[in-house]
């Protein structure tokens, strides 16, 4: 179990969309043709665009070795045709699904570039980080269990000698975390959920928690250890994770607008 950050995003695809745009139409000059049916440049682009996001490098050498790819995929592509593999029910099924997840990606990426982000809600979406993040950040250890009388007798053990971070190692179901002692890095109130993060801030330098805290993961324990002054980036150095986090409510906005437009039987 790793504790939610409040940094974290949900896996939509949104940052790495930012990065990509469709590919322009070019006219249908064909890289090579196999049995007389032509492979487009078109396509070969457009895959070393989609690696050049990833930070691959574009070099005569790789497009000659895609090149070769595509050929042997068409040649084999070709072959499943002739033995009518295109009419089994589970190949139908697989085409319709990547139909359906390329014109959800074209979706994506069109939102993105008719909906800019202004300078103004990026500022906006810094000064409200700033806000919820505060201004300290805690270094603290946790026992994570499944029930709330485990964690009042590691509480009790705790206070009659025993050492947490000991406990943790034997006890602890955060796997994150259990190998070091229950150790947590440092991070803002505002990375944790919210009970976790409302008993934290509420401790003392090497205080424990008197009660077990409940979160969704289980029953902590919690020890703050200590306390330091929050450096929050400046704005420029954050602007494209700004922008990504935006985009993001905004996406979500949209999509759940659609589904409520939508009939679903």
Do not use: C
């Amino acid at each position: 179990m790793q504790l939610i950050k409040f940094s974290q995003l949900m896996a939509i695809g949104i940052s790495g969309l930012i990065t990509v745009t469709a590919a322009q139409a070019q006219p249908a000059v064909p890289m090579a043709k196999v049995n007389g049916v032509a492979i487009p440049q078109s396509r070969l682009d457009f895959i070393m665009k989609a690696r050049a996001t990833q930070g691959q490098p574009d070099t005569p050498e790789v497009r000659r070795a895609l090149r070769d790819d595509l050929i042997a995929e068409e040649v084999i592509a070709q072959e499943a045709l002739r033995k009518g593999l295109d009419k089994d029910p589970e190949i139908i099924a697989q085409l319709e699904i990547a139909r359906q997840t390329a014109l959800v990606r074209a979706y994506q990426i069109d939102y993105i570039k008719t909906h800019p982000v202004s300078d103004e809600a990026m500022r906006k979406e810094y000064d409200a980080l700033k806000i919820q993040m505060g201004d300290k950040e805690y270094k603290a250890r946790h026992v994570l269990v499944a029930t709330e009388a485990e964690a009042k007798n590691i509480i009790a053990s705790i206070k009659k000698g025993a050492r947490l971070d000991k406990i943790a190692q034997e006890k602890s179901t955060d796997t994150g975390s259990k190998s070091k002692g229950g150790e947590l890095d440092w991070s803002p109130a505002g990375n944790y959920v919210a009970p976790f993060a409302e008993a934290l801030t509420k401790l003392n330098k090497g205080q424990l928690t008197e009660q077990p805290v409940q979160t969704p993961f289980g029953w902590h324990v919690i020890r703050l250890d200590d306390v330091r002054p929050l450096k929050i980036p400046p704005f420029e150095e954050i602007k494209n994770n700004l922008t990504q986090r935006v985009l993001q409510r905004q996406f979500e906005g949209a999509v759940n607008e659609l589904r409520a437009k939508a009939k679903v039987e």
